[in-house]
C-alpha cells in the first residue's frame, strides 16, 4: 500500500475519495512498465502482491464509511499461467498439425491457433489485435476494451510467441500492402478478419 501511496501522491492523488478506478488501472499500467535497478520487470506474482492489499484496503474503506464507493471493486488481477489438461493438448496438437504453414495464410492460421489456445481470447479479439498489442520481451498480449469493455494483459507463452513472430517475419509482409496497417493478423485482402467467421474456420 506504501508504493501506491507514494505513487498516488507524486500525481497529486492525496485522499482516498480521489482515487478513481482509472487511476487504479493507471498504476496496474505503471506495474507493468516498471524495472528494477537490474532492468528486470516485475513478475505477476510481484505485481499481484501490489495488487491485493489496495483491493481489500479500499473495501475496508468502503465498509467503514470513510469513502462512499469502492473503485477497486472491478480492479482485475494479473492473470496466473494456466496449463491445458493433456489430452486436451493432445486434440491441440493434431489441429495444428493440419495446417499448412509453407503459406503465408497457413502460417498466419498456425500464429491465430496458437495465441486462441494459449490465452483462451475471444474472435472479436483476435481480430481486433494489433502489432504493438504483443510485447515479446514480457510474453504478455494486451487485449483492449475486451470484455466488460476493459483492458487486461494475457501471459503469452513462448511457443506462441515463436509462431507470431514466423508470421510478422514471413506472412504478414506478404499480406499486407498498406504499411501504416496495424491490425496483427490480416485478410488475404490484408484488412481486418471478420471474427464473425472466425468462430467457423480460419482460412
Not at 528486470?40 to 505485481?47: F, G, V
Not at 502489432?131 to 511457443?159: A, F, N, T, W, Y
Not at 514471413?170 to 478478419?193: C, D, V
Amino acid at each position: 500500500i506504501r508504493d501506491f501511496i507514494l505513487w498516488a501522491d507524486a500525481r497529486s492523488v492525496t485522499h482516498p475519495e480521489h482515487v478513481s478506478q482509472a487511476v487504479l488501472e493507471r498504476y496496474q499500467r505503471h506495474l507493468y512498465y516498471y524495472r528494477k535497478k537490474d532492468g528486470a520487470a516485475l513478475s505477476i506474482a510481484s505485481r499481484r502482491a501490489k495488487i491485493v492489499p489496495l483491493r481489500s484496503f479500499f473495501k475496508w474503506l468502503t465498509r467503514t464509511g470513510q469513502i462512499p464507493a469502492n473503485p477497486a471493486a472491478e480492479i482485475d488481477l494479473p492473470k496466473k499461467i494456466r496449463r491445458l489438461p493433456r489430452h486436451v493438448l493432445t486434440v491441440v496438437e493434431r489441429v495444428m498439425q493440419q495446417v499448412d504453414v509453407t503459406t503465408p495464410i497457413g502460417l498466419r492460421d498456425r500464429a491465430m491457433l496458437e495465441v486462441l489456445y494459449g490465452t483462451g481470447m475471444r474472435r472479436m479479439e483476435i481480430a481486433n489485435l494489433e502489432i504493438s498489442d504483443i510485447d515479446i520481451d514480457q510474453c504478455v498480449v494486451l487485449i483492449r476494451e475486451g470484455k466488460g469493455r476493459k483492458d487486461r494483459l494475457i501471459p503469452l507463452g513462448e511457443r506462441a510467441l515463436y509462431w507470431v513472430q514466423e508470421y510478422l517475419n514471413k506472412s504478414r509482409p506478404q499480406l499486407t500492402w498498406n504499411q501504416l496497417e496495424k491490425t496483427l493478423f490480416l485478410s488475404r485482402e490484408g484488412g481486418i478478419l471478420n471474427y464473425a467467421w472466425l468462430s467457423t474456420q480460419i482460412a
